[in-house]
């Protein structure tokens, strides 16, 4: 799992079938301190993030092991909105 801060959306008119019905969202990898890296990704949302939050993210095979996921051609979902992060 990794997090990441929502930093823009990404509009597809036409795409893979099983991919409708899931916002494509433009996600920055980010430390736990919520320093921001240099890496991004588009995943598929399936908590209805939006632009400005952090949020929990799979890749791999991992995206495939929920029911609103199973068949969905992505290597990145986005699986929950993160409310608050405490280290230490």
């Known amino acids: 799992m990794r997090l ?4 823009g ?3 597809a008119t036409r795409k893979q079938e099983d991919l409708s019905g899931f916002k ?3 996600v920055r990898d980010m430390e736990p301190d919520g320093t921001e890296l240099k ?3 588009v995943a598929a949302d ?3 993030a939006g632009v400005g939050e952090v949020v929990l993210m799979v890749s791999g095979s991992a995206t495939r092991q ?3 996921t199973g068949l ?5 979902v986005i699986v929950a909105r993160v409310d608050k992060i405490t280290m230490g």
Do not use: M, N, Q, R
């Open 4 to 7: 990441g801060k929502v930093i």
């Open 9 to 11: 959306e990404l509009w």
């Open 24 to 26: 494509l969202l433009i």
């Open 39 to 41: 890496g991004y990704t």
């Open 46 to 48: 399936t908590v209805d």
């Open 66 to 68: 929920t029911d609103a």
């Open 72 to 76: 969905i051609p992505s290597d990145t």
